[in-house]
């Protein structure tokens, strides 16, 4: 796990970096049509994209279609249409898909643009020239599916881990780049380098990978077999292999080698992938641009898959959730907010309707609405929609104030490290304080005492300044609800004070006078049942029992509410040296006070499945509230008692209920 001074040295250092950013994802690979995994990438991009403009950087957000390949000529075969008439469809469906996520790159490229197959072409030749492509005859295990030869031990029961069929056995030959003369370039570069790849366990992963003595790759196929790709410059009776093709997409989308793009995109450049490529970016990509004789991008971003009934979201299982009827049952915002909270940024996600909906019910209608819907509309009662001046502060006033402030700095920090679900943690406690500074200062009450304008003025205040806040940070998360909140506040759309975190970023610039407007309720409640229908769960208290006898009945062990839970991030709490504080998701997150410190260290939790109790009315230890129990069992190890937590396997998703 990565400290937290050390996160913060790479959020300041990327932001001095002539405030350029350069963000891509994966270029998708237009066999399939689009699907929740790649929404979930192509969202976290555009919602980095945005926090980047945000912070003041020019920014260049590009993504695309990856359309030559093996799968794409039998795609096309088995539809009875050429190759460029299928990927032409495909693409289009992914191009029209991101605007309905409010999603708008600033380039979108395909494979079969012209001056990408050029700037490939150039490429292989320089390699070639400079002997570093070479001709030879090869056999090994080829993955159709991967595209690619796979190794004995990347094989799981002698399947592919991807696409669970055995790879077909080839001898064939083929033109092959000495990826090996690069292997000890790029171990001593990633040692050098720790924000190479994040997060750290898969730079860890990376780098285990390359003990092993690395393999030529193999760059070609013979046109006897395929014919859809890019030709080889040097000799056409090949095509080039799919990854030497689609990885130079990053260099071409920018205008290598000549544009004044390149020059200032390519030295800030940061790559977004899903953990299934990791070992093409981060081996074949950094070796392919040392060939080159290019720099290294800075920083490679890897996520984990979602599941749906434990099983990695695949086409070929027929488990696949499409983004546009998401969007159109839940909303864009609805669905960028779930997927960037529910995700714990490296680890696999569960994907689930009941989560989504409990999602925008508990967090956005609840939490968020009803704070923007009960302070406006209080400021509309109390001062005709004005926003007043505020006055002396008291106590309150100024623990709100540093709670904005802790807030805004956590949000920085954990938004440049792409740690999003932990940021809206942050902002969502925000907006927990600020609802309950309502409950606590009781305007309506002193909206009834004269003598009492001056404390109501400032409290209406504080709460307008919050909506101003809250609208700037969830503005690259939430893009149309921060609009609408931007208008009901009354400012003008691009004004920094809600539109620059570096100008807005502070407290107290909402100015009074500033009039309110009207605006829709901002996330309507979803009902999934009707009240009536909802039956109290009371346990049966069997006739004849003994308070004494220490038994239970059935129907009370069923009022215990155990689930599994997934410890998604983990901290020591200070001046106790006995309590960790957890963030677990069941699947919605909660924090947890657990007494395990003397027994796990906070990096040994962080992605533990666990049990807790999850129904157990909640605690306060050491000034934190404690949403849940763990279980664990305590034995003598050594002479010595211990705690040892009770856990599931990993396939198990957050929240499943143990009976």
């Not at 709490?573 to 007494?595: D, Y």
């Amino acid at each position: 796990m990565r400290s937290s001074s050390e996160r913060a040295r790479i959020a300041e250092a990327l932001s001095k970096n002539s405030m350029n950013t350069y963000i891509t994802t994966p270029i998708y690979y237009v066999n399939a049509e689009p699907h929740l995994g790649h929404a979930y990438t192509t969202i976290v991009a555009d919602t980095y994209s945005r926090f980047c403009r945000l912070c003041g950087n020019n920014v260049r957000f590009q993504t695309g279609t990856d359309e030559h390949g093996d799968k794409i000529a039998e795609a096309a075969g088995r539809e009875g249409i050429g190759p460029k008439a299928y990927v032409d469809r495909i693409s289009a469906l992914f191009r029209d898909t991101w605007p309905q996520l409010q999603i708008f790159p600033d380039t979108f490229i395909r494979t079969t643009d012209r001056d990408h197959i050029k700037t490939v072409q150039d490429i292989l030749q320089k390699v070639y020239d400079q002997g570093d492509i070479y001709f030879d005859e090869y056999s090994g295990l080829y993955c159709k599916g991967c595209e690619r030869f796979l190794t004995e031990k990347e094989l799981v029961n002698g399947n592919c881990p991807d696409h669970q069929v055995p790879p077909r056995e080839i001898t064939e030959q083929n033109y092959f780049f000495r990826m090996s003369k690069y292997q000890q370039q790029l171990i001593d570069y990633i040692h050098t380098h720790p924000e190479f790849i994040t997060p750290e366990r898969y730079r860890n992963e990376v780098l285990s990978f390359l003990q092993e003595p690395l393999e030529d790759l193999c760059i070609s196929r013979p046109t006897s077999r395929l014919t859809w790709g890019i030709r080889l410059p040097f000799d056409e009776s090949f095509v080039t292999y799919v990854w030497f093709d689609a990885l130079i997409n990053y260099l071409t989308g920018i205008g290598y080698p000549d544009g004044e793009d390149y020059t200032r995109y390519w030295p800030v450049a940061e790559h977004l992938i899903a953990k299934d490529i990791l070992k093409p970016h981060a081996i074949y990509w950094p070796t392919m641009l040392m060939a080159i004789g290019l720099p290294l991008f800075t920083r490679l971003h890897v996520h984990g898959y979602w599941n749906v009934d434990e099983t990695k979201m695949s086409k070929s299982i027929g488990n696949v959730v499409r983004p546009g009827d998401l969007v159109a049952e839940y909303g864009s915002d609805t669905i960028r907010y779930f997927t960037l909270r529910e995700m714990s940024f490296g680890l696999d996600a569960s994907f689930g309707h009941d989560t989504i909906i409990a999602r925008k019910n508990s967090d956005l209608a609840n939490d968020l609405g009803n704070l923007f819907s009960r302070s406006t509309a209080m400021l509309m009662k109390y001062t005709g929609g004005l926003v007043p001046r505020s006055g002396p502060l008291v106590p309150a006033d100024e623990e709100l104030q540093l709670v904005a402030s802790v807030m805004l700095s956590r949000y920085r920090e954990t938004f440049s490290n792409f740690q999003f679900h932990l940021g809206l943690q942050s902002v969502w406690e925000f907006v927990s304080h600020a609802n309950k500074y309502i409950v606590r200062n009781e305007p309506w009450a002193l909206a009834a005492d004269p003598g009492k304008t001056d404390r109501l003025h400032t409290v209406l205040y504080n709460l307008a300044e919050c909506l101003r806040l809250l609208t700037l940070v969830l503005s690259p998360v939430m893009p149309q609800t921060a609009e609408k909140m931007v208008a009901g506040l009354g400012f003008a759309a691009g004004d920094p004070r809600v539109a620059s975190l570096e100008q807005g970023g502070v407290w107290g610039l909402t100015p009074p006078g500033i009039k309110l407007q009207k605006i829709e309720v901002l996330f309507p409640r979803i009902e999934k049942i009707k009240p009536e229908e909802v039956a109290a769960k009371k346990p049966a208290v069997q006739k004849g029992q003994r308070e004494e006898d220490g038994l239970i009945t059935f129907e009370q062990f069923q009022a215990v509410d155990l689930r599994v839970a997934v410890v998604v991030a983990a901290e020591r709490i200070a001046k106790s040296e006995k309590l960790l504080k957890l963030t677990v998701k069941v699947p919605e997150e909660r924090t947890v006070v657990a007494g395990l410190a003397e027994f796990y260290s906070p990096e040994e939790m962080v992605g533990r499945r666990v049990l807790m109790v999850a129904n157990l009315r909640p605690a306060r230890l050491m000034g934190i509230e404690s949403q849940g129990m763990l279980l664990a069992a305590k034995t003598e190890v050594d002479g010595k008692q211990r705690l040892f937590l009770a856990a599931v396997n990993e396939r198990v998703a957050a929240g499943s209920k143990v009976s």
